[in-house]
């Protein structure tokens, strides 16, 4: 009982409280007058014009036509001039039926030589080339192995060069409908 009694009494206190606070903020004070007749002088000023948005003169456009040839941030290919002679043999086309090695994936302009080592095969030294795929991985080739998406076989290792010659369509046709094939040779050079 006492309880219920002690909430009875805090009741009104509290309702007098909260009625005297609500009652003060009522005051009829003149404390916003100025902002008033602030906002009546503005609204009586004569309404301006707003100007229009400035015109945009269009630019002419521009095409860009450089997008077919090497970009600037990639070191230059070395390419050594060799005569190529296209002949109507049919002996030279790629093996389609053989499984594709691991680089076989990659351009060849995003392969790079970053180095090269000698390992022992049986008595004999055979000396491999340590090539960078552009995406992380270093792998090791030898002499034989293929890279590049154009049936790229290596045919020599050396200490700063990689020859490689590739197998690439030449665009004719053979007497009898048959695709012509031609061999590009091409080389990459060992980065410093």
């Known amino acids: ?60 456009t521009f095409s860009y036509s450089a997008a077919g040839l090497r970009s600037p941030f990639q070191p230059p290919v070395v390419v050594e001039m060799t005569t190529i002679e296209i002949s109507g043999d049919v002996s030279i086309k ?19 030589l970053v180095g090269t080592l000698n390992r022992a095969q049986g008595e004999d030294l ?19 192995s293929f890279v590049g998406k154009n049936h790229g076989r290596i045919v020599n290792v050396s200490l700063v060069k990689l ?14 409908g048959e695709k012509l094939w031609i061999e590009r040779p091409r080389t990459l050079v060992i980065k410093n």
């Open 1 to 60: 009982m006492t309880q219920i009694s002690k909430k009875r009494t805090s009741s009104p206190w509290l309702l007098w409280v909260c009625l005297a606070t609500m009652l003060t903020g009522c005051g009829a004070g003149d404390e916003f007058n100025d902002l008033k007749m602030w906002v009546q002088e503005v609204q009586q000023r004569p309404q301006g014009r707003i100007r229009p948005p400035p015109e945009f003169k269009s630019h002419a």
């Open 94 to 112: 790629p093996d389609l039926n053989r499984p594709k090695q691991y680089l076989e994936g990659f351009n060849f302009d995003g392969l790079s």
């Open 126 to 144: 055979t000396l491999w080339a340590l090539i960078d795929d552009g995406q992380g991985g270093v792998h090791r080739v030898q002499e034989g």
């Open 163 to 176: 020859d490689v010659i590739e197998i690439v369509p030449s665009g004719q046709l053979s007497t009898a």
